[in-house]
């Protein structure tokens, strides 16, 4: 009986894309495009149409750059902190509130958040709303996972003004909700 043949890991597929294979390439943005949509839509404060810029933006940036990928993490912990970048320095340049206003076609599906409809919207709308760096902080700490000395590095911060920030979103969040002492 013939063996079958093993998946390429994404090393192997990294290595082909950096040789200029555009499949691989294209295998990479599908097997990662949806954990960087994620975090790139709660950071743009769930706009899709600037989420999908931001992640196509960032994925030419990985093509651009792939030839510096060095394999000491995965891709796509690479791609995923690229993705981040490209968002944060977008937040910062625009250095306004990206979102003011969030109608229902901001809010994520039903199926990427396990809140009932209601909760989920109300509490999308609430992070939209919350200020730029109040909502950067909140969702890399609290969504993301990141250690406030990953925050302040990336958002060239201190460590105190990133807890800071993210007890003001906290705060903020807690009354648009309704939960305030």
């Known amino acids: 009986m013939p063996e079958l043949a093993a998946e390429p890991s994404d090393a192997d597929i990294v290595r082909a894309a950096a040789a200029g294979d555009r499949r ?46 060095r394999h000491d993490s995965s891709f796509g912990t690479w791609i995923y902190r690229l993705a981040v970048n490209t968002a944060l320095m977008a937040i910062r340049a625009r250095n306004a509130d990206p979102v003011s206003i969030v109608d229902d076609e901001h809010l994520p599906d039903a199926a990427d958040n396990p809140f009932c409809p209601a909760e989920r919207d109300e509490l999308e709308r609430a992070i939209a709303a919350l200020p730029p760096r109040a909502r950067a902080v909140l969702v890399l700490h609290d969504v993301e996972g990141w250690k406030h000395e990953e925050i302040g590095n990336e958002l060239g911060m201190a460590v105190g003004s990133s807890k800071a920030q993210l007890h003001r979103a906290r705060s903020l969040l807690k009354r648009a909700l309704g939960d305030t002492p």
Do not use: I, P
């Open 24 to 69: 691989a390439f294209e295998k990479l943005y599908r097997l990662h495009v949806d954990k960087v949509h994620g975090a790139v839509l709660r950071l743009a404060g769930f706009d899709h149409a600037r989420a999908e810029d931001l992640v196509q933006e960032s994925f030419v940036r990985a093509w651009q750059k792939l030839d510096t990928f």
